[in-house]
């Protein structure tokens, strides 16, 4: 049995109303899930001794992956635990990314 015009806008109306309105990223009113920014333009963020620091560990094929926020990119350019500053440190910088933390922690 086809779907007619009206079936289709009762589903979507039906899926619509489950989900309710669209989550919004804040860098520049963006839904999540769009495009997003770069890893690169992500750690762009940090002040640059942390942006340097990350940038050394970060896989080169990660620099083109994309992410609506800081913390999405931190996370996925590369493992903490394998830095010499170790998975606490870039939690931190993570936290303070999401301006869940008021400072950034000293860099070892």
């Not at 963006?30 to 970060?58: C, F, H, M, W």
């Not at 635990?81 to 440190?89: Q, V």
Request: glycine residues 8%.
């Amino acid at each position: 049995m086809p779907v007619t015009q009206t079936d289709s806008e009762l589903l979507k109306a039906f899926y619509e109303d489950i989900q309710g309105p669209p989550v919004r990223s804040h860098y520049a009113n963006k839904p999540v899930g769009s495009r997003g920014k770069t890893v690169k333009e992500n750690l762009d963020l940090l002040p640059k001794e942390y942006r340097d620091l990350a940038l050394q560990y970060i896989d080169v094929k990660g620099l083109s992956s994309r992410s609506c926020k800081l913390h999405g990119a931190l996370t996925h350019a590369f493992m903490w635990s394998n830095t010499d500053e170790g998975h606490d440190f870039w939690q931190e910088v993570a936290c303070w990314g999401m301006e869940g933390c008021e400072t950034l922690p000293p860099i070892p």
